[in-house]
């Protein structure tokens, strides 16, 4: 196995119960320069998950008569905080913050390409595999809690992010052996496994060709290829204007070429319930990546190969998924749940099926939503033991 590490270990606040409320308030993300290595060269981000109440203290209030300051102690003041136990204390709250996590940034080639993929935690396996137009860094809300448990793998899909983005390879099957040659490289048997959008295709194809790899399988905001296929129509085609287009060899490459920040920015407003969603810091790190040499033309072979996928959905349309299936969707999407009786289309695919609508979400739930997404994903993988 030719693994590298692309830089040192990402450090990221651990667990479930981060801050002092346990609820995720912002997220930041900076580039720390190159690492000194002859093998790697790329650069790492630090993700730093904080909450207001603790990077920004309340103000102590000065008494109006006097000007000095009020001498109520830090104690009392956290304890005024909503949320926080009467006998809390600073050093006790400090003793409860778990320890950071560290996230690894590796490459492996597998399935004769080069990988990218994002690594923490130990624990049985749990494998993320993103959607478009995102890459990995898309599960940075979900990385941090799951790894307090888990052992996460998040990687790039072929043509995507830093992973290779060679001329073919596209269909299902064949990305779906990616993530398989990768577990393969990386030692690990059997899995749960989450995709949302593209990457729940992936997934889906990786638990028919493998059922014995996958335990469990979780798919976000996904209709399968041939059901959209046999559901075409006008309305329909309206709303999945964007598979037809970027099946269009060449012409998306050309018209996106410079101007990657206004494709990118039409599907994170339009996509998401919340248009702002994506913004600042998080938005450059996605642009950055469609930026790339290839990246978009990558993304297009995605959608390029749908023919094929749907042929290879179709020799196994009446095989359903035998082991438990999460499907969870944005209610607010309208090229999901508001064309689709998503609990009906998945009832199609499996039979041990759960199913999730979540609210003031669109197609990004694990961006828009990442505690109602996070929630959902701990209850799912309760009993997965590896």
């Known amino acids: 196995m030719d693994t590298i590490q692309s830089g040192p270990p990402l450090p ?23 690492h000194n290595s002859q093998k ?7 993700y730093r998950f904080r909450d207001s109440r603790t990077d920004h203290p309340p103000r102590l209030q000065r008494s109006a008569p006097s000007g000095r300051r009020n001498r109520t102690n830090r104690s009392q003041i956290l304890q005024s905080i909503p949320g926080v136990p009467a006998d809390a204390s600073i050093s006790r709250m400090q003793r409860e913050i778990r320890p950071l ?17 994002l690594e923490a935690g130990e624990g049985p396996p749990v494998v993320l595999l993103h959607g478009f137009p995102e890459t990995s860094f898309a599960w940075r809300f979900q990385i941090p809690p799951l790894a307090s448990r888990y052992r ?38 059997r899995i749960a496994l989450v995709g949302h959008d593209r990457g729940a295709r992936v997934a889906t194809r990786l638990v028919k060709d493998h059922p014995d790899l996958v335990d469990r399988l979780v798919v976000m905001d996904n209709v399968p290829t041939r059901i959209v296929a046999r559901e075409m ?15 269009i060899p060449d012409l998306p490459e050309a018209l996106i070429s410079g101007r990657e920040d206004l494709w990118l920015r039409h599907f994170f407003s339009d996509w998401c319930h919340d248009p702002s969603t994506i913004t600042g810091e998080a938005f450059e790190t996605y642009v950055k990546a469609y930026k790339a040499p290839g990246a978009v033309r990558g993304a297009m ?5 749908s023919a094929e996928d749907v042929a290879q959905d179709l020799v ?3 095989k359903k998924i035998g082991c438990p299936v999460l499907s969870l969707w944005g209610e607010d999407f309208a090229a999901v749940g508001g064309l689709f009786d998503m609990k009906a289309i998945w009832s199609e695919m499996a039979d041990n099926l759960t199913t999730a609508p979540i ?28």
């Not at 990221?12 to 190159?34: A, D, Q, W």
């Not at 072979?301 to 190969?305: E, G, L, M, P």
Request: with cysteine; hydrophobic share 35%; proline share 4%.
């Open 152 to 189: 996460v793998i998040a990687p790039d899909l072929r043509g995507y992010g830093k992973t290779d983005k060679p001329a073919s390879g596209y269909d299902k099957r064949t990305m779906a052996n990616d993530i398989v040659a990768l577990l393969t490289e990386l030692g690990i048997g």
């Open 101 to 117: 996590t560290e996230i690894h940034t590796k490459t492996c080639r597998a399935n004769g390409i080069r990988q990218f993929y």
């Open 301 to 305: 072979a995605d959608y390029r190969a």
């Open 233 to 247: 129509n006008a309305r329909i085609a309206q709303q999945y204007w964007f598979f037809m287009f970027h099946q």
């Open 40 to 46: 790697s060269g790329q650069s790492w981000t630090l």
């Open 12 to 34: 990221i606040c651990n667990g479930p119960n981060y801050g002092i409320s346990g609820k995720l308030v912002s997220c930041r993300s900076r580039s720390f320069g190159t």
């Open 359 to 386: 609210e003031r979400c669109g197609h990004l739930p694990q961006e828009e939503q990442p505690e109602v997404v996070n929630k959902l994903l701990f209850d799912f993988l309760d009993d997965w033991k590896g």
């Open 316 to 318: 196994d349309a009446d």
